[in-house]
């Protein structure tokens, strides 16, 4: 990073109101140009209300008052600098999910890590350089505060010296085609797909230490904060229940939300089911809210969305009817394109899609729906959109055109033969970056459940939520974290995290890790029983890739249905600082799947600027 171009930043900035923006003020961001340095300016100010959401009103966390949250749009190469007031009645911080945080390892937002709370009426600015292109999220990471609604999406536009893979789709597109491709990207949306419950982070934390219950069970699933809460007959629920479901329920039947009963849970720990509020894994309410439309017009010939899960507990599978997609660009960095019809997306990931819209003559449906369908066993629960076209055909035209034709299910299975779905391990990067052959250090890092069914282990204990409240955080004083919650690595060194299931039947873990990105370089559906991955080689070569292996910073582990199982990532340590590795299923998260890579400990910041700590409003810090 330039000094220089830093420093002409900062001072560049001083002078500049920030601008707390919403959606009836898009384009009111406030902005520096300094030579080739933006400062990119906003603010976001946090209030806790009431909102209905699909139906229900709830306690829920606006950012200025909306949800979701702003976009927040940038070039790569400028200077964020992001102010977060705190209007609510308790402590929260933002993290920027998938930034790399290079250099500013104070602005990644995990309390206990990188700061401490932002206190209630505080502001806290964090400052960080937009060096990746691509798609990303800004969401809380204090307690359960995700679930509450604290998420926005956040776009960082390529330089245009970054090279598009949009050529490899076809040798015959034409220059007009690949010209619609880069302004469909130019103007690429978000779709935020998330899930909600009827009760806030805090209430369900609690909801599972009075009942002895994993929380694992929606009410609804949200597209772009729309949707509503559908109860189906217990009949279609029962008609639609999988073999695999079956054969977990014995002769119970999934709950009338669609959900496996807690009952199965009884051999971890004592259950209380009187405990359970309705609505927390059974007694159905309907309610009704807006449904999202995306609207196209055929002449823009393509149109491109980036996929974001910020679900709390759900694996999102998605498709829009009759139009398959090519997934450019994963977790903010370009692939090789992909044809696909629908594709599984990871709570954290980012997958960018270019759709090729419909000629005017080709629009057989007056709609297309899109679809979004839970691809884990433990509920049936889907959402929808719609895809419209605003090409005018005339109300008749529209009425006697057919319905859109599916490729997913309700339960997010193959609703045609050849419905094809997205395979991640197979997703080559754009270009290629191989990771070094070896890596420098090893750490086999075993996930299991504890004692209670809400509580897990990732390394050697479950990740305490008292290391929220370290202060000063770690990154001041890095033995304020007992050692058993933390690994420790060398700047400028390679690492090889081994994510071990050590045990079957649990669902696929979206892994986060924060800073930079790391290639997954291996997994498989066996025990892993060796001791390094250049051993497993020499047993297993079939199940790693170091060639062309997919660059993320979020990843399933496999499916541990029938055995054991294991993933594989290796990543370079350049970002000295305490970063946080874990689940990103809320409660997985909450229950202690997590963390504190010490990365770099030979060379922590000691200098680490003043802007780092909280700026009172109304006070003199
Ligand atoms: C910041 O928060 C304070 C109190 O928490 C509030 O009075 C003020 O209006 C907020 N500022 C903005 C710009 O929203
Ligand atoms: C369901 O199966 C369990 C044992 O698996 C048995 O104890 C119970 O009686 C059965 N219930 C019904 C209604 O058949
Ligand atoms: C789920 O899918 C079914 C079948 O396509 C549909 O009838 C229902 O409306 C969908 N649910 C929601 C909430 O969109
Ligand atoms: C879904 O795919 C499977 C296997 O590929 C196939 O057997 C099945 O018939 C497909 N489902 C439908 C509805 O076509
Ligand atoms: C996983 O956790 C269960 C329940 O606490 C325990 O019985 C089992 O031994 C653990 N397995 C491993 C491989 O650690
Ligand atoms: C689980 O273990 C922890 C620590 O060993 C203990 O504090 C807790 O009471 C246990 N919970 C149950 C339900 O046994
Ligand atoms: C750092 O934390 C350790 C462990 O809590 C404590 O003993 C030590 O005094 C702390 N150092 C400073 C400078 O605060
Ligand atoms: C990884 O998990 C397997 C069980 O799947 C277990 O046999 C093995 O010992 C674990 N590895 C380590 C290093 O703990
Ligand atoms: C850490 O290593 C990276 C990669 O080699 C290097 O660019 C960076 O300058 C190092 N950081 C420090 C503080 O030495
Ligand atoms: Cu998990």
Aim: glycine letters at 6%; proline letters at 7%.
């Amino acid at each position: 990073m330039e000094a220089n171009t830093l420093d002409v930043c900062s001072v560049g900035s001083i002078t500049m109101q920030f601008i707390f923006q919403s959606r009836l003020a898009p384009l009111a961001l406030g902005l520096v140009q300094w030579g080739s340095c933006r400062v990119v300016q906003f603010g976001l100010d946090l209030t806790w209300e009431d909102l209905e959401i699909a139906g229900v009103v709830r306690k829920t966390i606006l950012s200025n008052g909306q949800f979701p949250g702003p976009p927040l749009r940038v070039k790569q190469g400028d200077e964020v600098e992001f102010l977060v007031n705190n209007s609510m009645p308790f402590g929260t911080t933002v993290h920027f999910h998938g930034i790399s945080q290079q250099g500013t390892p104070w602005s990644d937002g995990v309390p206990g890590l990188s700061r401490t709370e932002i206190q209630p009426g505080d502001q806290f600015l964090y400052k960080w350089k937009a060096n990746d292109y691509g798609a990303y999220i800004y969401h809380a990471h204090t307690n359960a505060q995700l679930i509450d609604g604290l998420y926005g999406p956040i776009y960082i536009e390529p330089e245009d010296s970054v090279e598009r893979p949009f050529h490899l789709i076809s040798k015959d597109l034409g220059s007009d085609e690949l010209q619609a491709m880069r302004d469909a990207e130019k103007n690429t949306l978000p779709i935020i797909l998330s899930d909600y419950q009827r009760f806030t982070g805090a209430e369900i934390l609690q909801i599972e230490k009075d009942t002895g219950i994993d929380s694992f069970c929606v009410n609804s699933v949200l597209i772009n904060g729309k949707g509503s809460v559908i109860c189906p007959t217990q009949d279609h629920i029962n008609a639609i229940t999988s073999p695999q479901q079956r054969n977990i329920l014995g002769n119970l039947t999934m709950t009338d939300m669609g959900c496996l009963p807690p009952i199965l849970l009884r051999r971890l720990n004592p259950l209380h089911l009187d405990k359970a509020p309705p609505g927390f894994y059974k007694d159905c309410m309907p309610s009704e809210g807006p449904m999202e439309m995306f609207h196209v017009n055929s002449a823009s010939q393509y149109v491109s969305y980036d996929l974001i899960s910020m679900a709390g507990s759900l694996a999102m599978r998605f498709s829009i009817d009759e139009h398959p997609m090519y997934v450019y660009a994963v977790d903010g960095r370009y692939v090789e394109p992909t044809l696909v019809d629908a594709l599984t997306i990871p709570i954290g990931s980012r997958y960018s899609v270019l759709v090729k819209l419909k000629s005017k003559s080709d629009q057989h449906a007056a709609d297309y729906t899109i679809r979004v369908a839970n691809k884990y066993t433990g509920q049936i629960i889907n959402g929808t959109a719609v895809l419209s076209y605003d090409d005018v055909l005339t109300q008749n035209q529209k009425s006697s055109s057919r319905p859109s034709r599916p490729y997913i299910t309700e339960t997010a299975d193959n609703a045609t033969a050849d419905a094809v779905f997205l395979d991640d391990n197979t997703v080559v990067p754009f270009p290629v970056v191989a990771p070094a052959a070896h890596a420098d250090q090893t750490f086999i890092l075993n996930v299991n459940r504890t004692n209670t069914s809400y509580t897990w282990i990732l390394g050697t204990d479950s990740y305490s939520e008292s290391n929220e409240l370290l202060s000063p955080p770690v990154l001041f004083n890095r033995s304020s974290i007992p050692a058993q919650y933390a690994i420790s690595t060398m700047n400028n060194t390679w690492v090889d995290l081994i994510i071990n299931i050590t045990t079957s039947r649990q669902i696929q873990h979206p892994i986060h890790k924060h800073s930079n990105k790391y290639f997954v370089i291996g997994s498989g559906v066996t025990p892993f029983t060796y001791s390094s991955v250049d051993e497993a080689m020499q047993y297993i070569p079939q199940d790693f890739n170091l060639k062309n292996p997919p660059m993320r910073d979020t990843f399933f582990t496999p499916s541990s249905r029938t055995s054991p199982s294991w993933l594989a990532l290796r990543y370079f340590v350049q970002n000295p600082g305490p970063f946080l590795l874990h689940c990103h299923i809320q409660m997985h998260h909450s229950g202690g799947l997590a963390l504190a890579l010490l990365d770099g400990v030979d060379a922590w910041p000691t200098d680490i600027p003043e802007y780092q700590m909280p700026v009172r409003v109304n006070g003199t810090n």
